[in-house]
């Protein structure tokens, strides 16, 4: 498709024609799949590129009222693929800082004693979350993403995953049930502490201690 009919499609799903990401999707997610394979070093496997590109789509979708008309598309995309593919490495050290084994001191322990307790069960629920939805398929975890979380409607977030409504409301769904069996598991398992549920939240602190 040339750069003209490209940025045209732009102007009509700028103006609210949900058709047009039809076209938007199929020009566009091969380039920027190759882009964020790069930008993200996930090498052969295309996994984490693909994750990258939805994440990419979803920010165009709700950024495209602000889309100037006339403009070219392209460099507006790769712009916010960039952007996408820097949060996603600032997060993963984040993360990987996270998980180095530290000692929080007596000053963190002690701290507000119930509140601290709470706000640790409060964080390890959410990194149960984190793990499920990690895990899930990502046409389950995007449709969840965007409907729970971003707020979209079922319609808007079909136009950005390129699916039916109903496919949306399905992967929604599992990726629901999955989280709340998750959840329900945590929330039985017969740990005492923050700490021990931090252990059962999380299998790969398993026999790390000591």
Do not use: C
Not at 11 to 27: E, I, K, M, N, P
Not at 145 to 166: K, N
């Amino acid at each position: 498709m040339d750069e003209a009919a490209l940025n045209g499609a732009m102007d009509r799903y700028a103006s609210g024609d949900s058709q047009a990401f039809v076209v938007l999707h199929q020009a566009l997610y091969p380039r920027l799949l190759a882009y964020l394979t790069r930008m993200s070093g996930s090498g052969g496997s295309s996994t984490i590129a693909s994750d990258l590109v939805q994440e990419t789509l979803l920010r165009m979708h709700r950024a495209r009222a602000t889309f100037a008309p006339g403009a070219a598309v392209v460099p507006w995309a790769y712009a916010i693929a960039r952007n996408v593919a820097l949060d996603h490495v600032r997060a993963a050290r984040l993360r990987e800082t996270e998980r180095l084994p530290s000692d929080p001191g007596p000053e963190m322990l002690d701290r507000s004693g119930g509140d601290a307790e709470s706000a640790a069960i409060a964080a390890q629920t959410a990194r149960v979350v984190e793990t499920v939805l990690a895990g899930l398929p990502p046409a389950q975890r995007d449709a969840f993403i965007l409907l729970r979380y971003e707020g979209l409607s079922v319609q808007d977030a079909a136009a950005v995953l390129g699916a039916t409504p109903t496919a949306v409301k399905l992967r929604a769904f599992r990726a629901y049930e999955a989280l709340r069996a998750a959840l329900e598991d945590y929330r039985t398992r017969p740990a005492t502490t923050p700490r021990s549920r931090a252990k059962a939240a999380d299998p790969t602190r398993g026999g790390a201690d000591g």
